[in-house]
């Protein structure tokens, strides 16, 4: 695989503020090519958005010495795809990086937060729908990464050679990221951290939901076992949502409160408290029914809270082609397709049991109950039919590697399969994982200094 070139971003602005905890932040601006393939011009642009962080100090003698800005460098991918990325205050880590002896760099990845966003509004000024689809095929990992690497580049001009190179670490999709980067511009990389995001090597989505509907019936048995009231109070929700006709009900944010749309709550059971948070939820729902016979807007808030993906479109729309790398396959809603393979999914309970929760799965027909999602049905299909996806990932790279890897990986995730997991780190040389079933996917949040402590242990303590 021929691996395109990459040049410095060009950088717009720069600007600096202190924050409490001593911290100071700088917001950036670059200016970076949309698709890298074709030459440049004034409209094969896009803007890109990031926070740097440093310790904050005030020095009793002023040291005008270059060297002392020119600390390595570590960038931060957040999951998604298609998720902004929060500031550098609302991470737990940040001080523990930093003190590390690292500045850190927060990615708004393309197309999410203020790097030129996506949205049903801005896509549509693309063109017609034919442009759309073919225009978001820019947000995935391949372009996401010749964006850090450009911005890596116009960071460190004029540091020392042995400088350049910057460390990165990626939670979740953030960590599909870096196993491009790996493939394709290994050059630039010092070190890497993934925390759940060891990607499968595939090519098609298939077989990834196929063995995730099996950690997500798991799950929904872990919920039961816990909440045993909730398998009745699931089935009164249900059947109350269906009453007046599935879909009446409208949400705050304008979609329609559906059954299968209830469901999909359950993509918070892969995260550290995710069964007492639908709990809450539902309990709040069932106390709504019982005591006035409709649910009120604070309960109907809390749906729609847990469910929306309207300010989110690539990761709507985006969600299964991550898993496309070379072309010939079509994602073709595999996680809708692969539900018809588990029975115990089926909506109203199989075979009188409970009645299960999805998962992290987009479905067709969130265009149709998704206020938002609704304004680009036509544009989502049209993805989902489409076979030609650039590769993702190089093994022949991966299998000689020289970059030093250090991941966790959590036997009990919902949303990457440990055994795809596993696979996938056999075929990166010299890679070191970290393995529990004792953390979920969002340890990086929920479980910080247990599951950055054992990676960077990883790097810094040898094994016998």
Not at 68 to 85: A, I, R
Not at 197 to 205: D, E, I, K, R, S
Request: proline share 5%; glycine share 8%; aromatic share 10%.
């Amino acid at each position: 695989m021929s691996t395109i070139k990459v040049s410095p971003a060009q950088i717009l602005s720069e600007k600096s503020h202190q924050i409490a905890g001593k911290l100071k932040i700088t917001e950036h601006h670059f200016l970076v090519p949309k698709d890298y393939t074709k030459p440049a011009s004034p409209t094969n642009t896009l803007k890109i958005f990031a926070r740097s962080v440093k310790k904050h100090d005030t020095p009793i003698i002023p040291n005008n010495d270059p060297a002392k800005d020119q600390l390595p460098w570590m960038l931060y991918l957040n999951g998604g795809p298609g998720l902004e990325c929060r500031a550098p205050n609302a991470f737990a880590f940040t001080h523990r990086i930093l003190d590390a002896g690292y500045q850190l760099l927060f990615l708004d990845q393309r197309g999410t937060g203020l790097s030129t966003p996506v949205t049903a509004s801005t896509l549509q000024m693309r063109g017609y729908n034919d442009v759309q689809a073919k225009y978001l095929k820019l947000y995935r990992a391949d372009s996401i990464v010749r964006d850090c690497e450009a911005i890596r580049q116009a960071l460190t001009e004029g540091w020392p050679e042995e400088k350049k190179k910057w460390s990165v670490m990626g939670q979740s999709f953030g960590g599909f990221c870096i196993v491009t980067y790996l493939s394709f511009y290994p050059e630039g990389l010092r070190e890497a951290f993934l925390y759940g995001g060891l990607q499968p090597l595939v090519n098609g989505p298939d077989e990834v939901y196929r063995r995730l509907y099996v950690k997500v019936k798991e799950r929904n048995e872990a919920y039961y076992a816990k909440y045993p009231e909730d398998i009745e109070n699931v089935k009164t929700i249900m059947k109350y949502l269906s009453r007046f006709g599935d879909g009446k009900i409208k949400l705050p944010s304008e979609g329609n409160l559906t059954r299968r749309r209830f469901r999909t709550m359950g993509i918070a059971l892969g995260m550290h408290g995710g069964l007492d948070q639908i709990h809450d939820v539902v309990l709040r729902a069932s106390c709504d029914i019982e005591n006035f016979g409709h649910l009120t807007r604070p309960t109907l808030s809390a749906i729609d809270s847990t469910t929306s993906f309207d300010n989110h479109l690539i990761y709507a729309i985006l969600h299964e082609p991550i898993y496309c790398s070379g072309g010939g396959v079509a994602p073709e809603w595999s996680a809708h397709r692969m539900q018809e393979e588990f029975k115990e999914f089926d909506i109203d309970g199989h075979e009188g049991g409970p009645i299960y929760f999805t998962g992290e799965m987009v479905f067709p027909w969130m265009f149709e109950d998704y206020s938002e999602l609704r304004k680009v049905q036509d544009v989502a299909n049209r993805v989902a039919s489409d076979t030609d996806w650039p590769h993702l990932f190089d093994e022949e790279q991966l299998a000689k590697n020289e970059v030093p890897v250090y991941a966790a990986s959590y036997l009990e995730d919902m949303y990457v399969d440990s055994g795809f997991a596993r696979e996938t780190a056999k075929k990166i040389k010299g890679c070191k994982v970290f393995t529990t079933n004792v953390l979920f996917h969002d340890a990086i949040r929920s479980r910080m200094d247990e599951v950055v402590r054992a990676a960077f242990a990883l790097r810094d303590d040898v094994v016998d």
